[in-house]
């Protein structure tokens, strides 16, 4: 099964759920009334109707918002499109669709009724059940992703770094984009994106891309600090400097701190989070 997602805050909108729940059921059972409105709130079949589709749309809008919450949990609509678009639908819409029929047949069977022989119920009634439910699957996945931007952002303010003077002529600081590198006789331009950590060895400051080469940096780990962003890198312990996409999974370890795993592989093991900054850690990779 796939590892627990970040999690989002939660979808408040228990007020919205319950509002949609008597407005569809109010829908509904007019889908299945005849004359006019007056005279039908003076009968009990009225409230029978209205009270039973009320029953089945909590138990459609209590259903379909659990599901997304668990698929929210282990199937990311962004990481697993594909397979969370197929869980959606089965369990978002087909599942759902096919407890109100279950439901409704059984109401419908307490009247002495068949609900496919007897009514009109497949014909007015449940094809507006179902794009309800449709609707109500596309609801959740806006609010999805305004949720996900949202965290975003708030992840970006907290973690963007203030911007200060630099010397003389008012100057603010600007994050690097590529740092040039020296091999042999060469100068070479190694983007930040392809970087995934910096690290201090034996008196010495290197780099690590992507592809696992190393190279020496004159700067020190402040000054690198200083100059990368604080969305993508994240200063693990004194001696590492960490790209986000660099990180492949993290372990308790003792007195509060982490165990990291690279991706390269770190040539200094274990690479320990350390246990003040384990807790901001885990704020940055949560995102």
Avoid at 23 to 45: C, K, N, V, Y
Avoid at 162 to 179: L, M, Q, S
């Amino acid at each position: 099964m796939n590892q627990p997602n970040l999690q989002l805050p939660g979808y408040k909108d228990r007020g919205l759920r319950i509002f949609a729940a008597v407005a569809g059921a109010l829908m509904a059972t007019e889908f299945g009334g005849a004359g006019d409105i007056l005279p039908r709130l003076l009968s009990w079949r009225f409230y029978a109707e209205f009270g039973s589709s009320l029953v089945i749309a909590l138990v459609l809008v209590e259903l379909i918002a659990y599901v997304t919450r668990r698929l929210d949990r282990y199937y990311d609509w962004k990481k697993n499109p594909v397979p969370r678009t197929a869980l959606q639908v089965v369990f978002g819409v087909l599942l759902p669709a096919v407890v109100d029929f279950l439901l409704a047949a059984l109401y419908f069977r307490l009247f002495g009724m068949n609900i496919i022989e007897d009514t009109y119920y497949l014909v007015y009634a449940f094809p507006y059940i179902v794009s309800l439910i449709l609707l109500f699957n596309l609801y959740y996945l806006v609010y999805y992703f305004i949720l996900r931007s949202t965290i975003f952002e708030r992840k970006v303010r907290q973690l963007r770094p203030v911007e200060r003077n630099t010397g003389g002529g008012g100057r603010k600081r600007k994050e690097k984009e590529v740092f040039v590198v020296s091999s042999g006789a060469k100068n070479i331009p190694v983007p930040v994106e392809g970087i995934g950590y910096f690290y201090h060895d034996q008196g010495h400051n290197y780099l690590c891309t992507f592809e696992g080469k190393r190279h020496l940096v004159t700067w020190s780990l402040n000054k690198l600090e200083g100059q990368l962003s604080r969305e993508r890198f994240f200063r693990v312990n004194r001696k590492m400097i960490v790209n986000y996409k660099a990180c492949k999974h993290f372990e308790p370890a003792r007195y509060g701190k982490l165990e990291l795993f690279l991706e390269p592989e770190a040539e200094i093991q274990p690479v320990i989070v350390s246990q003040g900054r384990a807790r901001r850690f885990k704020e940055w990779v949560e995102r």
